[in-house]
């Protein structure tokens, strides 16, 4: 397909692991990124990865990428409140535009 | 953060009126663009610049025209506002040396209401 798919919604309990897939179009990709929207305000870059790796990690954050399949996933460990965000996965494609995803909406259940 | 600012942060309007939406970069970010984000739709790239006085489309282009005479300064124009441009739009900048070649960072953000 066309689009970068993300499903809407997520729900995880304070505490645990939250894990946020995403399936991008494009082989060619050069960077893939995640970038966190909080209520009421613009997007942030979250982290990203290159394409020629297979995993990154940032403190809570692990990304893992897997080519063969164009899926792309944002680990959260440990989730805290203040994770409760919109997070978009975005992929960069040949003309050189960057495509986002619906966007994947996480609640933190106390 | 990146100094990236859009005006106004709100406005409501009338259908036919026009309506210009700011962006203002004080980065010197070669790149600029505007994006709309409906529920739904996530987000969607109405126009950008690669540069001065240049532009080309995005995937959401129709009813809408731009115009960059600065590098700071990214304008969007609804020439005949519609009820469909209610929408909250998002401009990013990119092009910083040092970075991720393509990372964006974006404004606080603008909610448009046509009536």
């Known amino acids: 397909g066309e689009d970068v798919e993300q499903s809407l919604f997520l729900s995880v309990r304070e505490g645990d692991s939250s894990v946020i897939n995403c399936t991008y179009t494009d082989s060619s990709s050069t960077y893939l990124y995640w970038y966190k929207q909080e209520p009421g305000a613009g997007l942030q870059l979250l982290t990203y990865i290159f394409s020629n790796m297979d995993m990154k990690q940032d403190q809570r954050l692990t990304v893992l990428l897997n080519k063969k399949d164009k899926h792309l996933s944002l680990r959260i460990a440990d989730t805290q409140t203040g994770d409760s965000a919109i997070y978009f996965c975005?992929?960069?494609?040949?003309?050189?535009?960057?495509?986002f995803g619906k966007g994947t909406r996480l609640h933190i259940l106390p | 953060d990146a100094g990236i600012t859009q005006s106004p942060r709100h406005k409501v309007t009338e259908t036919g009126t026009p309506v210009t939406l700011r962006c203002h970069q004080t980065e010197n970010h070669r790149y600029m663009y505007w994006y709309r984000q409906d529920p739904g739709h996530g987000l969607r790239l109405i126009h950008y610049?690669?540069?001065?006085?240049?532009?080309d489309k995005g995937e959401v282009s129709d009813g809408y025209s731009v115009s960059r005479s600065k590098t700071e300064d990214f304008l969007l124009t609804l020439e005949s506002a519609t009820s469909s441009q209610t929408s909250v739009y998002f401009c990013?900048?990119?092009?910083?040396?040092?970075?991720?070649?393509?990372?964006?960072?974006f404004g606080p953000g603008t909610r448009l209401t046509v009536l």
């Open positions: 990013a900048i990119s092009g910083l040396a040092g970075g991720p070649s393509d990372e964006q960072f």
């Open positions: 975005a992929e960069t494609r040949r003309d050189d535009k960057i495509i």
């Open positions: 610049s690669y540069g001065v006085k240049d532009t």
